[in-house]
């Protein structure tokens, strides 16, 4: 399968430091793919010269086959802060991003993503009136209205209680299965990466290179209690120097 986003010898300082020291790696289209590092090891600066919001001081990223040079309509980021406009309700923001005349009845399918993340009769609620799991949901739901071809994953749910990250990561599974998009998601967790993964990058400390690659070829859904899955996270842990 051809590669949807090719990243060659990316290297990134800020004045005297250096942040990312040479990374090259390829995602297929419909991949997903979850980085995991160290804190500080510079994995959201690698995630903003991916989807084009820095630029590397040196190397190239390609997103297929064209040199991106900035941000672009094919791929939109989702981050751990909130991105919700609180002054609009949940079917105004997430027709915000429907700029164009391409979309057909713009309210019709903000409605329809709105359901398929479930807020189903929470369309006209403003976000002071949701909770921060459904928040998430509008943002997800924002996010895929618009029909991008790749999703740049910083740690969305890394604010939520463990229940609600839970149930996000099953919900985004649950989409991803209904609508093929390519997945780069950043994460501390293991536990997660392993969830919801094809494949997992463990990033070395500053400045940060691919230290290992653990491929998971498992189907979902996915037990992680299954003995495979907890020696690859002992193997990931390990390589993020942590013994348990």
Partial sequence: MDAKIVVKEIKKSFKDLPVVGGVSLDVRDGEFVAIVGPSGCGKSTLMKIIAGFEQPT??????????????????????QHGSVFPWLTVQQNLMFGLTGDGHGDKS???????????LKGF???????LSGGMLKRVELARA??????????DEPFSALDALMNLKMR?????????????????????EEALFMAD?????????????ATFEVP???????SQPQF???KEQILRELGVTI
């Fill in 58 to 79: 040196e190397g190239e990223v390609r997103i297929d086959g064209m040199v991106r040079r900035g941000p672009n309509p094919k791929g939109i980021s989702i981050s």
């Fill in 108 to 118: 019709a399918l903000a409605d329809h993503y709105a359901e398929m993340v479930g």
């Fill in 123 to 129: 369309e006209s609620s403003y976000p002071h009136e």
């Fill in 144 to 153: 895929l209205v618009v029909k991008p071809e790749i999703l740049y994953m």
């Fill in 170 to 190: 099953t919900e985004l599974l649950r989409i991803l299965a209904e609508e093929r998009h390519t997945v780069i998601l950043i994460t501390h967790d293991v």
């Fill in 199 to 211: 494949r997992i990058l463990v990033l070395s400390p500053r400045p940060t290179r691919i230290q």
């Fill in 218 to 224: 498992q189907p979902h859904p996915r037990k992680l």
């Fill in 230 to 232: 907890q020696e690859m």
